[in-house]
């Protein structure tokens, strides 16, 4: 770290706490352990959110939440009016999810707090760690709320029109957490924060499959997403012959087939299109379809590469639409830019890296994540660990302590480089 020496048995060099805290938050969950499900504003969000508080106010930070839950837990610098160095995630999950994505991030993030207190470390910048609201899509489909909201990307009332599975809107759900105010408090000026780090598992194979310990992020992708809605006409499945058919699956498949065929043409490997939702209406066996609605996903780290794909998916719509009868509608849910990392910061952790002995590679984010949006407020990159097989959003995902280890000892080193 910036004026530090590792030596075996200095204070606050093991993890065996932060691994501890890990398996602690992990079974404050929806579902039995070890499948952890924590949706936002839900009872074991809030326990969540207490547990974590607790320990940040156990290591002397203070803090403070906005009028959705974003929570910043403060270490005082030396010079207060300057602008904080920032570093968290979430640790909101999806049904059926493990332990470590997002959560890494976040107690990650204080344990290298800990370590530079406890090292004796004196920022000059304030270090600030952030838990953000509902990283994940799953409660209103829409992912990273609360930092969409800090950048001003999503306004108050497009948050207000936000519906859950059951009909409940983001008032109703934020006050029962017991988080109140305007709406309009959440957005954060430029320069709010100084530099922003998140720290995350990979979500991918590459650097487990390489032996390497952290990845320097350079470029988030972002993407777009077009709901498609296709009606055609139902009937009896004997009855209706073949030639006068308008079966509104069959056209699905053509769209859905054009878009993985696009996404390949592109000659680019970071083009991604995916569809992640097939309903099928009424889902009888011996009838025809007669409508379906199908959820789209595209990714890339060139937001014009990305927009041809997305271009040529709606020209498939048309085409599709007429040659089978169908009536096909389509809506953009979203379209966010990519993002790309700040070359001092990934300058930064990579000389940290250099320092603590660990091996390191630069590389992509094809998921994104809370700093796609942070980005609009400040310099930003990301920082990350192996994960067993590549594997997330499952029960068996797994980071080792090592691994864990290695991304706190850089991001400890980066973070009193920047806050010195």
């Not at 059926?96 to 370590?115: H, K, P, Q, S, T």
């Not at 001092?344 to 002995?357: F, K, N, P, T």
Request: net charge negative; with cysteine.
């Amino acid at each position: 770290m910036a004026s530090t020496q590792d030596k075996p048995g200095r204070p606050g060099l093991s993890i065996d706490g932060l691994i501890a805290e890990l398996q602690a938050l992990s079974q404050i969950s929806e579902a039995e352990p070890p499948v952890v499900t924590r949706l936002v504003f839900s009872e074991a969000d809030r326990r969540a959110r207490a547990y974590v508080k607790g320990l940040c106010a156990a290591a002397g930070l203070a803090v403070q939440e906005d009028a959705i839950g974003n929570t910043f837990a403060r270490w005082q610098g030396s010079e207060p009016g300057l602008a904080p160095v920032g570093t968290g995630s979430h640790i909101d999950a999806i049904p059926n999810a493990g332990l470590y994505d997002g959560c890494v991030g976040v107690l990650g993030g204080l344990e290298a707090i800990r370590v530079l207190q406890q090292l004796g470390f004196k920022p000059r910048r304030s270090i600030e760690l952030v838990i953000f609201t509902a990283e994940e899509p799953t409660r209103f489909g829409i992912g990273c709320l609360g930092s969409r909201m800090m950048a001003s990307v999503l306004t108050p009332d497009q948050a207000l029109a936000l519906r859950d599975k059951e009909g409940r809107g983001l008032e109703e759900l934020r006050a029962g957490a017991g988080f109140t105010g305007a709406l309009e408090s959440v957005a954060l000026a430029a320069g709010r924060f100084d530099k922003f780090i998140e720290l995350h598992i990979e979500q991918g194979p590459l650097l487990e499959q390489e032996g390497i310990d952290v990845g320097l992020v350079t470029h988030i992708a972002a993407p777009a997403s077009l709901r498609i809605v296709i009606e055609g006409e139902g009937g009896h499945a004997g009855g209706k012959l073949m030639p006068g058919r308008k079966d509104a699956l069959v056209a699905a498949a053509e769209l859905i087939l054009a878009l993985e065929l696009t996404a390949k043409s592109t000659g680019a490997i970071d083009t991604v299109g995916t569809v992640g939702v097939c309903e099928v209406f009424p889902g009888a066996v011996n009838s025809i379809p007669s409508r379906v609605r199908l959820e789209t996903d595209i990714r890339d780290t060139d937001r014009a590469r990305r927009d041809r794909v997305l271009d040529a998916l709606r020209a498939a719509c048309t085409d599709v639409a007429a040659r089978r009868g169908v009536t096909i509608t389509t809506a953009l849910v979203n379209a966010d830019p990519p993002a790309t990392c700040d070359p001092m910061i990934v300058a930064a952790l990579e000389a940290s890296a250099v320092e603590a002995g660990k091996t390191c590679k630069r590389m992509v984010s094809r998921a994104y994540h809370d700093s796609l949006f942070m980005a609009r407020i400040a310099p930003v990159a990301m920082l990350f660990i192996p994960c067993r097989g590549g594997v997330s959003h499952r029960p068996d995902e797994y980071a080792s302590p090592g691994w864990i280890g290695s991304g706190v000892h850089v991001l400890a080193r980066t973070l009193a480089r920047l806050a010195s």
